[in-house]
């Protein structure tokens, strides 16, 4: 069964640093979300992507980041300077035409020390 | 603006009882409703979804939720819990006009021999 996945699972990284998060969405799908989890807390929606473009953002997608398809099948989220208040696990999904369903990624945990 | 609660944090049960998790939902526009069930470190999985139709719904491992629009609720049941039902659950909404997902603050299932 096809699946979402993201990698790496675990990135340690320094305040300040910038980070690159990645996620393989499912092949024929064209509609890509970010949302991320901070420890214990619920899970918030970030951005969604169709067609090359930023569909939303939320008020926590400030200019810090950004989100890119490189090519056909990468789906990418950058965090310019990491804040501490970044630590947080990271959830890649995607879903195709007509579908409501969001498949999501095991998830990437990112830890700004 | 849309928003979700699930009211319990916290729901302890032994093997083989019923279980009821709480989802309650505001919106001023016509919702999708979404349970996903999270087990320890891993990502989001699908349980089942109302989108029209009948209120009613069955989803996989044996969950059922049932929609009901005038208490403006969409609580998960299971008849029987099984020691393996121990995760997170979140109840999530989106609507026509937004496919951003918009989560609970997760309940989580603790079931006990």
């Known amino acids: 069964e096809p699946e979402v996945t993201q990698t790496p699972s675990h990135q340690v990284t320094q305040m300040g640093q910038e980070v690159i998060l990645r996620c393989v969405p499912i092949s024929n799908h064209l509609y890509f979300y970010w949302y991320r989890q901070i420890l214990g807390q619920k899970v918030e929606f970030l951005v969604s992507?169709?067609?090359?473009?930023?569909?939303?953002k939320s008020e926590i997608f400030d200019d810090q980041f950004s989100v890119e398809r490189p090519d056909g099948s990468n789906f990418t989220l950058k965090i310019r300077s990491t804040k501490l208040e970044d630590s947080a696990m990271y959830f890649c999904?995607?879903?195709?035409?007509?579908?409501?369903?969001?498949?999501f990624g095991p998830g990437t945990r990112l830890t700004v020390t | 603006a849309q928003s979700v609660t699930q009211l319990d944090s916290q729901v302890p049960v032994f093997e083989e009882a019923p279980v009821e998790l709480r989802c309650n939902y505001s919106?001023?526009?016509?919702?999708?409703l979404f349970w996903y069930v999270q087990y320890p470190n891993q990502g989001l999985q699908l349980l089942l979804k109302y989108l029209s139709g009948s209120t009613l719904v069955k989803g996989i491992n044996g969950f059922e939720a049932e929609f009901n629009k005038s208490q403006t609720s969409f609580h998960l049941r299971k008849p029987s819990v099984h020691i393996s039902d121990t995760a997170e659950y979140f109840c999530?909404?989106?609507?026509?006009?937004?496919?951003?997902?918009?989560f609970g603050t997760g309940t989580r299932l603790q079931v006990f021999p």
């Open positions: 919106s001023s526009v016509s919702v999708y």
């Open positions: 999530a909404v989106s609507s026509y006009n937004t496919d951003k997902l918009i």
């Open positions: 992507f169709y067609n090359n473009e930023i569909s939303e």
């Open positions: 999904a995607s879903t195709g035409t007509g579908d409501y369903e969001q498949y």
